[in-house]
């Protein structure tokens, strides 16, 4: 398994991290972003050189010029930037550094032949740990790139298989075309079989199945609809939608309601953007930034976004937890400010074989963050799990 990235004494190294930290998002941009560097000439051709090797479009400029008219993502992957840009990273060679980042940072994890669901849809995988583990797969929050879930990866992979993959039709740069991302399956059930396809590339027959925030409702349906590839699962602060009389955040239903008219056309979508990107923008914290707002980095990925999540955040899945008899752990917290922690006391009550757990703090975004800690009491669950629920083929 690639080691976490260690670069102390090497500018250079741990500039090329960051760099593949924003990628996916300055690849996502309609223009690739600028970049203010502080210093001379000579750092700001480093970072060409080093973002060149890395396939990470970028426009460097250096001088005077501050962060002063730049766009909100350009702001977003500066300030990532900006600790790494501050030692000599000029000093290193680009070759090196980018060799050594790409060795040992998370996408060492993706796996060079993606998934293929049902429908042709294809789906990045990342997998970590030992391949003949008891494996553990994690169905993360739609529409977010995978490496929100390096943490979780890395602290579950030394006793299991873990793998994850990223949503349909949002990181597959062949689906350019608007006409191609159409004639994807988008609801719950497609989502649900993607969990199959990535099992199947891996050849996992029988899995923990982890579901994060929106992942949950995959992750439950997934269960339902395939008992016998799903041993046990667990639901960590989930977005669940349980008939009207249930209580309801504000947040969530303002999500719901954005993202219904969002879903309506593209049209749509691009005059609503603004207003969803303003809402978020103050919610993110700044380590995650880059990832939590990928999925609006432009209005059609906006667009497919919603579609997307939309029917995960709709389905009411009230009639769901009869049909899964699996071990299950359903976890929230007290003071969550996204998902109502009502949402998940009443689904723990009705999954029939079910455990709560009840964090004193947490949200969608510390699920993230915070994995490292919370693996714990995920590993603890796993262990009580009887041997085979997890199996290979």
Known sequence: MPQPPAHDGRPA???AHALLDIRQLARALPEPPRVHVPGGAARARALTALAARLGVPLRPAHGPEGPDGLGVFERIIGRHLAPALAGPVEAEPPDRAAREALATGFDAFRLAEDAIAP????LPVYAAGDPDAPAVVLASACGMPARLCEPWLRALAPHHRVV?????GLFDPALRAPADFDALGR???AQAADAGAVMDRLGIRRAHLMGFCGGSVVALQAAADHPDRVGSLSLWHGAYELGPDRPKLDHHRNI????????ESRDTAAAVHGVFLSTLLGSAPPD???LVLHPFAAPELFYRYCRVNGPVTDLDVSRLPAAVPQPALVVTSEDDTTAHPEG???MARL???ATLRVEPHGDHISLFTDGARLAGPALDFLSRIPAGAAARD
């Open 351 to 353: 999954l029939p074989n």
């Open 119 to 122: 429908d042709g849809a294809r």
């Open 288 to 290: 995650v930034a880059h």
């Open 344 to 346: 998940s006391v009443e």
């Open 13 to 15: 190294t741990a500039l």
């Open 164 to 168: 994850t993959w990223e949503t349909r």
């Open 187 to 189: 609801d719950t059930s």
């Open 256 to 263: 719901q309601a954005l993202m219904a008219a969002a879903a």
